[in-house]
């Protein structure tokens, strides 16, 4: 398959590259040149904006594109276009913040997803990035037509090269050892998926010319977060404890859920940790174990700079802070 992907390859886009060399495929890259631009020297690259600078891509043919950095339907819509004529296939890597309503368990692609009251908004902000997301999907459709337009519905993508932290923060923590504040109850489920193997199947999805909306996050079965917590303490071998601080004392403390507090979001939210995946299990998503995703991102871990600068989790004297109040509701 000659595949083009649009994007750079600082996460998503480095493990798409991988998975599709694996593969034997052949890929051109799309991008500006700003994220890891020597990563891949025998990989075509062609330089531009997708936002106003597309003239490179013009008479040039691909069995193939994958479109990792979608945001605003009017740029998708000009990409789209663009390429219509020019592959066969588009697969568009979306997001489970389309749908409306995150409170319902169980959400799967039938489910509503958000609007906007103005659809000429571009502004991303919390609560337009999941709607946009969902007219970039329509702009895609217009374009190719729903059976040529896979809209791959990502869920927490974690691993290797996340910059985000918001996963990279447990294994970290846990791996220092001692006390640790864990949020709401051990028995809550969470899910996120391995970016390399949201890659994988992406590619053989895009190969197989899937079509339609998809859920895809992990694991196949329910992982607890409490479970998840003692995997990254096996991992690590680390003398960690687990002291559980409930909703409202989160709330009460203005914890901010998935940013200061990686992996936990009110029951109000409750959907975003039990979507339906079923569909993609059933075309070919796997995952490999869990514990395998903690060691990796460990590994890691041990190649950033000292001084990096943590975008996501829980400050040490902000967790002591907390740590101390709680017991002395207790």
Not at 247 to 254: I, R
């Amino acid at each position: 398959m000659k595949l083009l992907i649009i994007g750079g390859t600082r996460f998503l886009g480095r493990a798409l590259v991988d998975a599709a060399l694996a593969a034997g495929h052949s890929v051109t890259l799309f991008n500006r040149g700003q994220s890891n631009p020597g990563l891949y020297p025998d990989v075509e690259t062609v330089l531009g904006d997708r936002d106003g600078g597309l003239d490179a891509l013009h008479g040039r043919q691909w069995d193939a594109v994958i479109d990792t950095c979608g945001y605003t339907p009017r740029v998708v819509r000009a990409a789209a276009d663009t390429l219509a004529g020019q592959v066969a296939h588009y697969t568009f890597i979306s997001t489970m913040s389309v749908y409306a309503d995150p409170s319902v368990v169980g959400i799967d692609e039938t489910a509503p997803v958000g609007v906007l009251a103005d659809e000429t908004v571009e502004e991303i902000t919390g609560d337009t990035y999941g709607p946009l997301k969902a007219l970039c999907e329509k702009a895609v459709d217009a374009a190719l037509g729903a059976d040529r337009a896979l809209h791959v519905r990502a869920g927490l993508i974690v691993g290797p090269y996340d910059l985000s932290d918001r996963f990279t923060y447990w294994p970290y923590r846990v791996a220092q050892g001692g006390e640790v504040l864990a949020p709401g109850a051990p028995q809550r489920p969470v899910q996120f998926v391995d970016v390399r193997d949201l890659a994988e199947w992406v590619v053989r999805a895009t190969a197989a010319r899937l079509h339609g909306p998809y859920n895809a996050t992990g694991p196949a079965g329910v992982l607890m977060m409490g479970a998840f917590l003692d995997i990254c303490k096996q991992v690590s071998g680390s003398d960690a404890t687990f002291t559980w601080v409930d909703e409202p004392f989160l709330l009460a403390n203005e914890i901010g859920p998935y940013t200061e507090m990686p992996l936990w979001v009110p029951a109000e939210y409750a959907g975003f940790d039990t979507f339906d995946c079923r569909q993609a299990l059933g075309d070919g998503l796997t995952f490999r174990p869990v514990a395998e995703t903690v060691q990796a991102t460990l590994q890691w871990l041990r190649t950033r700079p000292s001084d990096y600068v943590w975008r996501n989790g829980m400050k040490p004297e902000r967790e002591a802070e907390l740590l101390s109040a709680w017991k002395k509701l207790g």
